[in-house]
């Protein structure tokens, strides 16, 4: 009996050797991955800790093609003062008043063709065109008619925005075709639908962005592509972070838009804005054995929202990984679980928390919690052995009940 306590220990000591690294297929390790943040930590610096995280990644970044890099740059983009202001979409209810007349006075969908049709009249063209524009339109259809040889006074307002459908790729997390600007029944405000003008903010171009789950950090903000029939519009939303007023434009059925990347990580962008993720989901994987009183609302939870922008001991922290007596709570681990969102290629990254916290440079190691990214906490060293002696406990008893 007692061999065969000693083969149990044996086998048990044998798996609480330390973990090997994980295998990356990037080489993350020397800081070539996503993140240099994502790097092994190098040996402690006797003087200043020095942070190179940031200036690494800069360095593989290509210049803005806003600022004269690439097709934007070239002329290739068109002025975005033509997509200010107001346009109209298919399935836009529009308010048409023509003086005193009965007939043509209404209010009117624009079809899914795009045009405006009034009774007696030809198609207007609506799509994509302003409310002046539909407006001069329709004094020509009147004259040329011959309903009318001299102008009533005219209206055209827009009374209520339809939802927009338009596709969106590149640098952003979730590209896909996408609706935005709709309005559930339950929110419909009576009040302001027999009111003339609407609210365009949620048809606007930083709405396509968040609904694709935001920019990534590569993604170059200088020259967002917008396509509108066959031509080519080049936007700078750098705005945003800059503290400036940004130019966003509003949406119309069949836009396209493309975020272009600078093929680097921008730690600029890592902060909330109205065209970076609403926030961050992450899978998490708790202790074995959490705080019973701290760390209950953890307990049996999948998936933790986190603010944009949290970092790694963040992600530790708020996942009840550390804390507690410090005696029996020392040398616990944590790895991350992430994927470059440019190639789709995952990556594990393992760091021992007190280490971490222990440094000076610890930002330099300290990467940016990505939307979907995954955490596994691992006890610390007095659980472990605690673990052991309880299993040897079991076994024990097991053996002298046999």
Same mark, same amino acid.
């Given at each position: 009996?007692?061999?065969? *306590? *000693?083969?149990?220990?044996?086998?048990?000591?044998?798996?609480?050797?330390?973990?090997?690294?994980? %295998?990356?297929?990037?080489?993350?390790?020397?800081g070539?991955?996503?993140?240099?943040q994502?790097?092994?930590?190098?040996?402690?610096?006797?003087? $200043?800790?020095?942070?190179?995280?940031? +200036?690494?990644?800069?360095?593989?970044?290509?210049?803005?093609?806003?600022?004269?890099?690439?097709?934007?740059?070239?002329?290739?983009?068109?002025?975005?003062?033509? +997509?200010?202001?107001?346009?109209?979409?298919?399935?836009?209810? !529009?308010?048409? #008043? !023509?003086?005193?007349?009965?007939?043509?006075?209404?209010?009117?969908?624009?079809?899914?063709?795009g045009?405006?049709?009034?009774?007696?009249?030809?198609?207007? =063209?609506? %799509?994509? #065109?302003?409310?002046?524009?539909?407006?001069?339109?329709?004094?020509?259809?009147?004259?040329?008619?011959?309903?009318?040889?001299?102008? =009533?006074?005219?209206?055209?307002?827009?009374?209520?925005?339809?939802s927009?459908?338009?596709?969106?790729?590149?640098? !952003?997390?979730?590209?896909?075709?996408?609706?935005?600007?709709?309005?559930?029944?339950?929110?419909?405000?009576?009040?302001?639908?027999?009111?003339?003008?609407?609210?365009?903010?949620?048809? /606007?171009?930083?709405?396509?962005?968040?609904?694709v789950?935001?920019?990534?950090p590569?993604?170059?903000?200088?020259?967002?592509?917008?396509?509108?029939?066959?031509?080519?519009?080049?936007?700078?939303?750098?705005?945003?972070?800059?503290?400036?007023? @940004?130019?966003?434009? @509003? *949406?119309?059925?069949?836009?396209?838009?493309?975020?272009?990347?600078?093929?680097?990580? $921008?730690?600029?962008?890592?902060?909330?804005?109205?065209?970076?993720p609403?926030?961050?989901?992450?899978?998490?994987? /708790? *202790?074995?054995? =959490?705080? $019973?009183? /701290?760390? /209950?609302?953890?307990?049996?939870?999948?998936?933790?929202?986190?603010?944009?922008?949290? #970092?790694?001991?963040?992600?530790?922290?708020?996942?009840?990984?550390?804390g507690?007596?410090?005696? &029996?709570?020392?040398h616990r681990?944590a790895?991350?679980?992430?994927?470059?969102?440019?190639?789709?290629?995952?990556?594990?990254?393992?760091?021992?928390?007190?280490?971490?916290?222990?440094?000076?440079? #610890?930002?330099d190691?300290?990467?940016?919690?990505?939307?979907?990214d995954?955490?596994?906490?691992?006890? &610390?060293?007095?659980?472990?052995?605690?673990?052991?002696a309880?299993?040897?406990g079991?076994?024990?008893?097991?053996?002298?009940?046999?």
């Amino acid at each position: 009996m007692p061999r065969a *306590l *000693l083969f149990g220990l044996a086998g048990l000591l044998a798996g609480c050797t330390p973990v090997g690294d994980p %295998q990356n297929i990037e080489p993350v390790s020397r800081g070539a991955g996503y993140q240099a943040q994502y790097r092994d930590p190098e040996p402690r610096q006797t003087g $200043q800790p020095v942070l190179r995280s940031a +200036l690494m990644n800069a360095q593989k970044c290509l210049p803005w093609r806003g600022d004269g890099g690439g097709e934007a740059g070239k002329g290739g983009g068109l002025n975005t003062l033509a +997509l200010q202001g107001e346009k109209v979409s298919r399935n836009d209810i !529009v308010d048409v #008043r !023509v003086g005193a007349d009965a007939d043509l006075t209404g209010r009117y969908v624009i079809s899914r063709d795009g045009a405006l049709k009034l009774p007696f009249l030809r198609p207007i =063209p609506a %799509q994509g #065109r302003s409310v002046e524009e539909i407006e001069a339109r329709l004094e020509q259809e009147l004259l040329s008619s011959g309903l009318y040889e001299t102008l =009533p006074p005219l209206s055209v307002r827009i009374a209520d925005f339809a939802s927009v459908t338009v596709g969106v790729s590149g640098a !952003v997390f979730e590209p896909h075709q996408v609706e935005i600007g709709g309005v559930s029944g339950d929110e419909t405000d009576t009040e302001r639908q027999l009111a003339l003008g609407a609210s365009t903010e949620a048809r /606007n171009l930083s709405a396509a962005l968040r609904a694709v789950g935001g920019v990534r950090p590569d993604a170059d903000i200088s020259a967002v592509e917008l396509r509108r029939n066959g031509q080519l519009h080049v936007i700078d939303m750098r705005g945003v972070f800059e503290g400036r007023n @940004m130019v966003d434009v @509003m *949406l119309i059925t069949g836009d396209t838009i493309f975020v272009p990347s600078r093929q680097c990580f $921008q730690d600029d962008l890592m902060r909330p804005s109205p065209i970076s993720p609403p926030g961050v989901s992450m899978f998490l994987s /708790n *202790l074995t054995q =959490p705080a $019973q009183h /701290n760390a /209950n609302s953890a307990i049996g939870r999948d998936v933790r929202e986190m603010p944009y922008g949290t #970092r790694f001991l963040q992600a530790v922290v708020d996942s009840n990984c550390v804390g507690g007596a410090k005696t &029996s709570s020392a040398h616990r681990s944590a790895a991350l679980l992430s994927r470059n969102p440019e190639t789709g290629v995952s990556v594990v990254i393992h760091r021992d928390i007190e280490a971490m916290l222990d440094r000076g440079d #610890r930002d330099d190691y300290d990467p940016y919690i990505l939307p979907g990214d995954a955490l596994a906490c691992y006890d &610390s060293t007095v659980t472990n052995i605690a673990e052991v002696a309880r299993v040897l406990g079991l076994v024990g008893v097991a053996l002298a009940l046999n």
